[in-house]
């Protein structure tokens, strides 16, 4: 794809509310489209109203149409124009919406009845798209299984402010931190995390324990329980550990996840210690963590508790790591994938002229 050609982008409408402005910080795919823009002088459209509605006129004249995870009737009809107008169609979702649990927050839209219809959409919209794109080798599969064509899998990464944070001034004692969406609260449920921290706590008393987002109902007064932070203060908070936890239970929803909560962590220096499951296989100490068996969370977190030495050697290489992980540095998947769109989507109009 030569520099500049016009991107539409119809993103998520509750991220799109929060953030109309700032594109690079709405979803997945939207930051390396904006980083490509700047390198190459791409043009990026947000083709999504502020209230929720489409500009269709924004969408005429783009040569690929980005879409992150929607699959409802009015994204399927700017889909199916695009797909007719010769426009490349570029379909991005990281979630597998047909493994999530009874009790999470979204079981109501991808659970029972809803379920049914989601997977319909979604089957509509992977047969418009010329390039599907995942963060998992799971989800590319089974994307495959449903009908998709081209599918590519291209990992997450950190916003480039993210490694621009400033380490915090050393403090007294160690803490132990966890930042997770509330539907972890089935991990907590699952693997033996409060307990072990409990156990922590009382064994260690320069110890303390700090997660955002999940609660675990620790009740002592050297746990912080954070239910939000503002995405982009997000890094400043997690700078503040020193020693970052990702803890997944063997669930299928989780076995779709990307790796991209260790990245985090790294890229403000800070050393991780994740399940030996799923997206985070095949990391470890050159990352600067180590990973974990589901019985092993108490001996692994007070080593690292005990051994500052280890912590510090863990925390300079999970900070070379985090640093070559930025939306920016890791462009090139994306340019590939755009690249491919549009030579389907030009092969696709000419085929169909050529019928006519």
Known sequence: MQSGHAVGILGDEDRVRRQPAQPQRLVPGIGPLVALATARRDEVRQVLRLGGGFRADLVSGCEVLHIHRDHDDQTLAVAKRAHAAGIGVIWDNDDDFEAVPRGNVAYRRYGGMSGERAQRGVRRMLGLADVVTTTSPRLADRYRELGAGEVRVIENHVRDETVRVAAPPRRDGVTVGWVAGKEHHLDAEQ???????????????????????VGLGIADARYEHIREVRFEELPERTALFDVGIAPIADLRLNLARSNVKLKEYAAVGVPWLASARGPYLGLGERQGGRLVDDDGWHDAIARLVDKQRERRRLAKRALKWGRTQTISQNTAPWADALAVAVERARGRHVALGGLA
């Not at 307990?195 to 064994?203: H, K, P």
């Open 191 to 213: 693997l033996p995390i409060r307990s072990t921290l409990e156990r922590l706590l009382a064994a260690h008393p320069d110890l303390r324990v700090t997660t955002i987002g």
